[in-house]
């Protein structure tokens, strides 16, 4: 059994800010704790826009606390995004998110990430895995 709080990993190697400097995500499961996804709370910042693309993940995200715009790329629909609202990228699509004030997500990635992924120039988590 594992117990840790968010809190627990401020400041350690699991509490990632972006280089973009448009979000931080504390990553409180990750692949090492081979359990088959990764778990984090994620905050992007307001005023802020994040386009991204998970080509080699799925990602779930429930937003708790403020309000963006999500933009499907492949579809072209808008959709708002407060508290209560989530969101399945089960297709991989491209997809933007403009902050409107800060938004507080909790994101569960399949396949886990490694706490060492940041979107490349395309918007993609690179596909990592633990050494075993």
Do not use: Q
Not at 23 to 31: H, M, Q
Request: charged share 30%; aromatic share 8%; net charge negative.
């Amino acid at each position: 059994m594992i117990v840790r709080s968010f809190k627990d990993i401020e400041g350690t190697d699991r509490h990632v800010k972006a280089a973009s400097g448009t979000w931080e995500s504390k990553r409180i499961v990750l692949a090492k704790e081979r359990v088959g996804f990764s778990l984090h709370e994620t905050v992007l910042y307001a005023g802020t826009e994040t386009s991204m693309w998970y080509a080699n993940h799925v990602e779930a995200v429930v937003c708790v606390e403020g309000e963006a715009e999500l933009t499907d790329h492949e579809t072209g629909k808008s959709y708002s995004i407060t508290p209560g609202t989530m969101y399945l990228l089960d297709g991989h699509e491209r997809h933007t998110l403009r902050v409107k004030e800060d938004f507080r997500c909790i994101c569960v990635f399949n396949p886990p990430v490694t706490g060492r992924e940041d979107h490349d120039e395309n918007g993609v988590y690179p596909l990592l895995t633990e050494e075993v």
